[in-house]
């Protein structure tokens, strides 16, 4: 159950509220309570009850979900995670496609969630607001930068949440607290109505505590025909009995860097994985050489159009940005624009060379997310006398390189650490390929049930 007492999972909810186990009102009220209640700091702003309810057919009527403060929501501007008075001052518009989507399958927004500042760091550190509190361990760092949305759907506070991913912001933060979240690929998701980063790079995200939650939230948000292309028949097949086993993996744990270490723990658990997965399902493992120059070709975008997103503030125009933001758009302001031209220009023969090395035979490429696993909170806040550089490196090493590659990804966890805190993994498939992706999730959740044990007790 959830904090608010209702069934843990999208289908169970839904059987509920048909059945008149509980009342579509009375479940709203009760999810809004228990955000309103929360500490964790995963909320910005809670919003009131809707004047009218949503008809109870509709497939999410009675879902609370809650967004990342990126998105134009109704009657309220993103906030983008600057100070309450920058925040306060912006005109709402219309409501993000994505947001409407939603609203017309039943599910009107419980809150908008807490980020880092214009979605522009791997960690949840924000100086404008107090560090989100990580469900699984008080001590453990919570990623970025859409770090409230993890932390309420980890926290049972709602059934999923909308964030955005740049460089790992949906699956980095979703790896920090054991639940999933899938970056769809570049341009599946409309981005009308989300405050930009880095535009090229920036793709709405879902996170969500299991495969079959993700999947009835990606079927609402994509256009009908997508969605009967994505899931033929229906996204609620996913939370039935296991399907039949389609998709072939490929694993590639080792990163070219020098720098970015695996930890035993966390390799033998990957490992463990792959040797329990049906005959015949595992390819050779791949090398990925090509990695760290995508990975520089993504920091070029990220910087260059970052810069461009906040031109004015950098021209002391607009509200002045925190340091971390500041420092990533004032390295895009100085790069040569033919680095930025090329960068752009190269992505169609990169995102087919590493379709030709990884995915040649395989369906899914497997690898780590955070190689060293979960890490404290004083390792990676960039001012403490603790930090340390190598550990915030660990926390988007592996997942940049996917942005600018435009493939669909998906980080989920599957198992625990001696500390009791998460272990996840990464797939990433061809464009295109986002319910295969989640399928291979709901085989591992179903295959290794223990692997969300730790999620709190009340959930």
Known sequence: MTPAGLPAGIAALRAALLRGDVGLGDALSRQRAAFAADSRHSAVSVFAPPKQLPDLSLPLAGVGLAHKDIFMLPGRAPGCGTDRAASASRRPGPAATLIRRLDAAGSQPLAALAMAEHACGATGENPNYPLPLNPVDARAAVGGSSSGSAVAVAAGLCYGSLGTDTAGSVRIPAA???????????GLLPAHGIAPLAPSLDTAGILARDAADAALILENLVAPAQARRLF??????????????????????????????????VRDALQGLVDALPAGTVQAPVALAGLPAWSRLADTLLHAEAAATHQAALREEAPALTPLTRTVALAGAALPAVWYLDALRQRGAHARQFIAQALRRADLLLTPALPRGVPDWPQVLTGGEAFEPRRLLDMFCWMSFVNYLGLPAIVFPIGLDGRKRPISIQAIARPGQEARLL?????????RPHAASFLPSSL
């Open 176 to 186: 920090t607290c054991g639940i999933l979240g899938l970056k769809p690929t570049r």
């Open 232 to 265: 033929p028949q229906g996204a609620g097949a996913l939370a039935g009995p296991p399907g039949k086993i389609d998709w072939r993996v490929a694993a590639c744990w080792e990163h070219p860097n020098p720098a970015v270490q695996l930890d035993a723990e």
């Open 439 to 447: 399928a291979f999730a709901r085989h591992v959740e179903q295959a």
